[in-house]
Nanobody, 123 residues
Framework: QVQVAESGGGLVQPGGSLRLSCAAS????????MGWYRQAPGQPRELVAF???????NYVDSVKGRFTISRDNAKDTVYLQMNSLKPEDTAVYYC?????????????????WGQGTQVTVSS
């Protein structure tokens, strides 16, 4: 089975930094595109940052220049470095991964979500 788990959330003051990690585990063949999403109370979930298997990245305008997404394929992990945090960045952050995995002798593909990690930016 394949699992995806986030870590690194917490409480930080405005202007501070946090680094989120998302690690995939299980019978993984390869990780394809991966992304970080967030959902604030009463708001829809939004895509924050995205990284392709080739390392191309994209960001929502509100985090450009402050957040950096990266990946370590050897560790099956994607990161989100968040700098200059603002109160409006407060949300539950979710990792999403497009994963190819072994199922018996076959490679199958599925889309996985982590359980989410809370990021709170407040003084």
């Amino acid at each position: 089975q394949v699992q995806v788990a986030e870590s690194g959330g917490g409480l930080v003051q405005p202007g501070g930094s946090l680094r989120l990690s998302c690690a995939a585990s299980g019978s993984i063949f390869s990780l394809d595109d991966m992304g970080w999403y967030r959902q604030a109370p009463g708001q829809p979930r939004e895509l924050v940052a995205f990284i392709t298997s080739g390392g191309n990245t994209n960001y929502v305008d509100s985090v450009k220049g402050r957040f950096t997404i990266s990946r370590d394929n050897a560790k099956d992990t994607v990161y989100l470095q968040m700098n200059s945090l603002k109160p409006e960045d407060t949300a539950v952050y979710y990792c999403n991964a497009d994963i190819r995995y072994w199922s018996g002798d076959y490679v199958r593909r599925n889309d996985y979500w982590g359980q989410g990690t809370q990021v709170t930016v407040s003084s």
